[in-house]
């Protein structure tokens, strides 16, 4: 474990959570709210898997702003000592107001720009699989892996990505609506801890 809690041989894999720009029902672009739940929940699974850090993106100050509030209860405040393992998780924590704001964070953390992949419920838009991404970590390519709130990541940033993971499917079904924690935590599990 390094000084700022990050695990020393963890894989160069970020994630983030993208409240903007994010489609609504109508396809149109908005920005979503933050939740409690998708702090906590995908910070958990960032810990759990070894990840370096969580992105939560928002261009509102006041939502970032509570995003540091939740932060400091569960490392410093009444939750730190109520649940003292949930501090590991919300240490891996950061908000960013851009997309790019993160990416340039990651690139000062990983000393390179990394591979912004991005992550989309809709089939037809895949250009990387599980297995040739595993394989980029594996070679030290540090990774940016974008989730959209709402529903899902604007046309512009699947456009702007370096690619598009495929999307997360069960055998022999055609639903695919998870929730975003759902997804964070599937992906992590398919992308680090299934055999190769």
């Not at 912004?116 to 809709?122: I, P, S, W």
Request: glycine share 6%; aromatic share 6%.
């Amino acid at each position: 474990m390094t000084e700022d809690g990050r695990q020393a041989d963890a894989p160069p894999l970020w994630i983030a959570l993208l409240h903007h720009p994010v489609l609504n029902r109508e396809r149109a672009v908005v920005t979503t709210a933050i939740t409690n739940l998708d702090v906590h929940d995908i910070a958990r699974v960032a810990r759990t898997y070894g990840l370096q850090g969580y992105f939560v993106v928002t261009p509102i100050e006041r939502q970032r702003e509570l995003v540091a509030r939740i932060i400091e209860h569960w490392c410093e405040g009444h939750g730190a000592k109520r649940v003292p393992e949930r501090a590991d998780a919300m240490r891996l924590v950061e908000t960013a107001p851009t997309l790019e704001d993160a990416v340039c964070r990651v690139t000062v953390l990983a000393g390179r720009r990394p591979l912004v992949v991005a992550t989309c419920a809709r089939p037809g838009r895949a250009t990387i699989g599980f297995t040739e991404l595993r394989g980029l970590l594996r070679s030290a390519q540090p990774v940016l892996l974008v989730l959209g709130t709402g529903w899902g990541l604007a046309d512009e940033i699947l456009f702007s990505a370096d690619h598009v993971l495929d999307p997360v499917t069960a055998p022999g079904s055609d639903y695919n609506h998870l929730s975003v924690r759902t997804a964070a935590a599937v992906i992590m599990d398919r992308l680090l801890a299934w055999p190769s």
